[in-house]
């Protein structure tokens, strides 16, 4: 009798994701990483398999992940890009082929995106492009990887006039969310994340709202509890979402809360320069506001995501030096514009979301009253 | 009542490639590319259409192509790539990036690949990659763009260690083999079309091959009617095997004939000092030998398919500069390849192909029988 290789796995919190053929699960817990028996599942003797990370997540976690996968593939290798969002270019991600060709992988090759969104956006859409589709894993070790970037096989790279604009939807084999890993990182790459968590809240689920504004403080302070609780009801709304559209032909459009101004505000400071969190932080406060001015939901509401954002250490208004016209021209090339208008993501109702064009004066209205300032 | 676009469309010969809701159908005849009433099916009055072709092409059709598009769309354009296989890569792809993001692109954008297998390749994975998919139309400008690579959606760039190594599986919206331009098309491509026509009688279906060593010289001599026919069944057997298994799980690989071998001797070579179906024509002889060695087919057939392959204008024996530890080296990164073994598409009896590894001395062998004297 053969025992299944998900029995095979640790005790950790199980959201499935599904999508047919291409369904996975999202595992959720301590101590994943370095156990051999988390990756079961993908587990072939003779395949390869290549860790993708970057330098930072290199140094803390490349070498456990390599020794729990050693037993199951035939040969396992480590690549480390730099780190940062303005490497995720069509440069940096040529070079996992360049690896992937040198070592001579074959269509069985595993990768393993270990490391934030970057990361596992370029390490998806290699194993996208790679002999036309390889399999691969996510491995996410920031808090906006676990419950955001790494669910729902959306990958891309950035191209100098546009964020996420070559990609691909490709699902990984599975996703698992080591809490441990989160004991490392940055505080302030923390708040970022905490930025996509304040989202589905806002945007999805009043009563998981709520339970933000009372537990924001524990979560800043990488309670084990309160993290589990939030990463699993993030990667449960987003699987409910993904599972019933998966290449956002409407409903998961929704999941983008402040992505439109936050992206802007990414591109128009220079990748880097403000975290995809803080872009999106500060741009849900500007939807929020821009929903209220449209009388779509109550100005109350729009202070209290403004208030929740604040106390998870994000910025609340844009950088003095982006002036509206230039939010403008950047957001007129955002993937849900159409036919030159610029469409948004706001509130309708709390925690209700939509998509709908804004008027242009009133939007330039809101940029300003929400910019530093100079 | 509102009419179908495509019962808008001219009078034309139809072959469906049946892929549930990503079907599209195949139209072939004469004067297609300058018939508005060919493009109805894409017509988007809002949305912006990008012609893709090269310098070779552009001087022929681009105009007449964008004349006949423009009653549709809101904004045409054209980008000139530069002609050869040497420039299927990475960066050049950027191009088309480039362009659509320069121009404000959207979602709703429509891409036409206008020429042989390598805009039709580019522009394809383009259209997979940009904003995660946009719609595209396959416009084969060569006969071996019209029978073979325009049609089932396989898209992808060469790297520098293996060709169509980065890619997509990604299906277009229609594809229009409009027979006159192969009027234009050089005599050595016109053969190359042909190894790719042989193919398929070689491989698949005996009675085509019949048909194909009576009327090779027709075809040659670009016959209309003969021309109409050969399409036309070359699709026929391409649909039902794309319909069958579109992502190349088995049954699909048998398409590829000599592939492993031609693949070789074109890297070997540097892409472009042998045409693709230069390489597939000699690649098929050498595949019906080691066929033949190996007991799988008689002799006689590997002799008929060699005598038909050299009838067609085409090489019938390997560069005298590329020794059979190259071919070897090469084809271990071929796509068909798993764990260090090489795989062929052999001829398993008279029009019946098979995959299956080979021994590598009589491969060794056959190579060596089957290159130039120096």
């Not at 290798?77 to 074959?106: C, M, S």
Request: aromatic residues 6%; contains cysteine; proline residues 5%.
């Amino acid at each position: 009798m053969q025992t299944s290789p998900e029995l095979l796995q640790p005790a950790a919190a199980r959201v499935q994701i599904a999508l047919g053929d291409r369904s996975y699960p999202i595992l959720i817990g301590g101590d994943l990483l370095r156990d051999a028996r988390t990756w079961a599942p993908q587990a072939d003797r003779k395949a390869f398999a290549l860790i993708v990370t970057n330098t930072t997540v290199d140094a803390l976690y490349a070498a456990p992940l390599a020794a729990a996968l050693a037993p199951h593939f035939a040969r396992v290798r480590t690549l480390t890009l730099p780190d940062g969002e303005v490497y995720k270019d069509l440069a940096h991600l040529n070079l996992i082929f360049d690896e992937l060709l040198g070592q001579e992988a074959d269509r069985r090759t595993v990768l393993f995106a270990l490391g934030g969104g970057v990361v596992g956006d370029m390490t998806g859409f290699a194993a996208a492009c790679y002999m036309r589709g390889v399999p691969f894993v996510q491995v996410p070790t920031t808090l906006l990887a676990q419950v955001d970037s790494s669910v729902g096989g959306k990958t891309a790279v950035n191209h100098p006039l546009g964020k996420n604009m070559i990609g691909a939807f490709y699902q990984p084999q599975q996703v698992v969310c080591d809490l441990d890993v989160l004991d490392t990182l940055p505080d302030r790459e923390m708040s970022a994340g905490l930025a996509e968590v304040i989202k589905y809240g806002a945007s999805i689920d009043v009563e998981f709202l709520g339970w933000l504004e009372r537990h924001i403080d524990a979560l800043r302070a990488r309670d084990r509890d309160a993290l589990t609780h939030a990463v699993r009801r993030c990667c449960e709304i987003k699987a409910s979402i993904v599972g019933a559209d998966e290449k956002e032909a409407g409903l998961r459009a929704i999941l983008n809360l402040g992505h439109t101004f936050g992206h802007a505000i990414e591109a128009g400071m220079g990748y880097g320069a403000w975290l995809h969190g803080e872009g999106v932080g500060c741009g849900m406060v500007m939807a929020a506001e821009l929903s209220a001015r449209l009388g779509l939901v109550s100005t109350a509401f729009a202070r209290r995501i403004e208030a929740l954002v604040a106390r998870a250490g994000l910025p609340v208004r844009g950088p003095a030096d982006l002036p509206p016209a230039r939010y403008l021209e950047l957001m007129r090339v955002d993937k849900k514009a159409q036919g030159g208008d610029i469409r948004f993501v706001l509130l309708d109702g709390e925690s209700h979301a939509v998509v709908r064009t804004a008027p242009e004066d009133v939007v330039v209205d809101v940029i300003t009253t929400l910019t530093a300032a100079a």
